[in-house]
């Protein structure tokens, strides 16, 4: 599994999690990874972290984290069902779609996760900023859904 976040600013870390995503195992990755990079690239405090509400995502733990932490960066909130907005599934899909294409397939983990890597430090930054333009116009597609289904 990987882990990874990035802002129109600039492309943050990805980790490579070799075992299931719980929430102590989440902890660290937004303790360690997400609030550094937070901190940099919104250095006043005005950024917005957005994540799914993956059962690690809501534990306790990591909620009373990120409310310890409000003043440095905002978790943008979403009801439960909600639809999926984050614009992280598109860079996954663009990954999973270069790995396919790639020859010969990957032979083993290690060779994946190197492609895996390659892969993300290669992506374009114009694809990135394009998808946290396209923010405003996701939330606004999906309220005026009244949280049904959109095009994105």
């Given at each position: 599994?990987?882990?990874?976040?990035?802002?129109?600013?600039?492309l943050?870390?990805?980790?490579?999690?070799?075992?299931?995503?719980?929430?102590?195992?989440?902890?660290?990755?937004?303790?360690d990874?997400?609030?550094?990079?937070?901190?940099?690239v919104?250095?006043t405090?005005?950024?917005?972290?957005?994540?799914?509400?993956?059962?690690?995502?809501k534990?306790?733990?990591?909620?009373?984290?990120?409310?310890e932490?409000?003043?440095?960066?905002?978790?943008?909130?979403?009801?439960?069902?909600?639809?999926?907005?984050?614009p992280?599934?598109?860079?996954?899909d663009?990954?999973?779609r270069?790995?396919?294409?790639?020859?010969?397939p990957?032979?083993n983990?290690?060779?994946?996760?190197?492609?895996?890597?390659?892969?993300?430090?290669?992506?374009s930054?114009?694809?990135?900023q394009k998808?946290?333009a396209?923010m405003p116009?996701?939330?606004?597609?999906?309220?005026?859904?009244k949280?049904?289904?959109?095009?994105?």
């Amino acid at each position: 599994m990987l882990w990874g976040t990035f802002s129109w600013a600039a492309l943050g870390p990805i980790v490579v999690v070799e075992q299931t995503m719980k929430a102590a195992i989440y902890l660290n990755i937004i303790a360690d990874q997400l609030h550094p990079y937070m901190a940099f690239v919104f250095p006043t405090g005005n950024g917005i972290f957005q994540q799914d509400n993956a059962p690690c995502h809501k534990a306790r733990i990591v909620l009373e984290w990120f409310e310890e932490h409000t003043d440095e960066f905002h978790l943008m909130s979403l009801p439960p069902n909600s639809p999926n907005l984050n614009p992280m599934e598109h860079i996954w899909d663009v990954m999973e779609r270069q790995l396919r294409d790639q020859t010969p397939p990957c032979p083993n983990i290690s060779i994946l996760r190197d492609r895996c890597l390659d892969i993300w430090y290669n992506l374009s930054p114009v694809m990135y900023q394009k998808l946290v333009a396209s923010m405003p116009r996701r939330v606004a597609a999906v309220l005026k859904a009244k949280g049904g289904a959109t095009r994105y």
